[in-house]
């Protein structure tokens, strides 16, 4: 078991009064505050330091990516967010957008993946590493998301996880399609043995409560920091719900990430018996 928390002062995202419009989608350097020429190769050797000392402590950097646009986030622009939680998320489209199940992205949604890519391979000259371990939403649009994201950047495989998934129930957006589709679709990809075929979680009727969603994420966060011991720097191509469900079992407030956005945050666990 862990007990977590964030380290704060390295990222433009980790002042509590940050915000994410003026900060923006893809900032220069992830946000990094830090600006010199060593930046990643400092940030390194501090994560290296925390990590060699003497004690039940570890520390990860992870960057929480969020998909591009998907045609679910056209539909609630179109009603707004009062309309579209109301009615038309519980529906599979209006006669113009279909957005249920599990929809695509759109152009803008690939050419936001596209410029976070963009920034990988900018950072890459500054020394950034690429991930040494990747997870990934099951839903379509997070694993296009994630494709785009880290093509030519890195040659690691991408495992998709059940819990990375957004929050789950009655918006028809959210429910996944098969594990078959999946492997067939996105054979890049690596699938969790824990996936089912079948979409066992969405339910027409019920939505899952954020506290709920929290507490999946910490399941994620506890496989990372269980499983992979040596790699420090990770990704996860999620969804803005379920995002804030890690923050929030990081002890963090909200952070309304755009879509195509990435967060990165330092995370230190404590081991506890």
Known sequence: MFLYETLTGFFAQDDPLANPVTIGATPPRFGLIDFSEGRWSSLIEKLRELNGRVGDTSYKLIFFGRHGQGWHNVAEA???T?????YWAMLYGDGELTWGPDPELTDLGKDQASRLNHLWKEELGAAIPPPEKLYCSPMTRAMQTNILTFEGVSTRRTLVVENCREEYGEHTCDKRNTRTYISDTFPQLDIDGDLT?????WEAETRETAAHATARAKTV???IF???EHATFLSITAHGGIINGFLHALGRPNYLLPTGGVLP??????KVV
């Open 78 to 80: 179109k009603y707004g």
């Open 82 to 86: 009062q309309a579209w939680d109301d």
């Open 197 to 201: 075929e079948d979409d066992q979680l």
């Open 221 to 223: 966060l506890d496989q």
């Open 226 to 228: 269980r499983d992979d």
């Open 265 to 270: 945050v330092i995370i230190k666990a404590t």
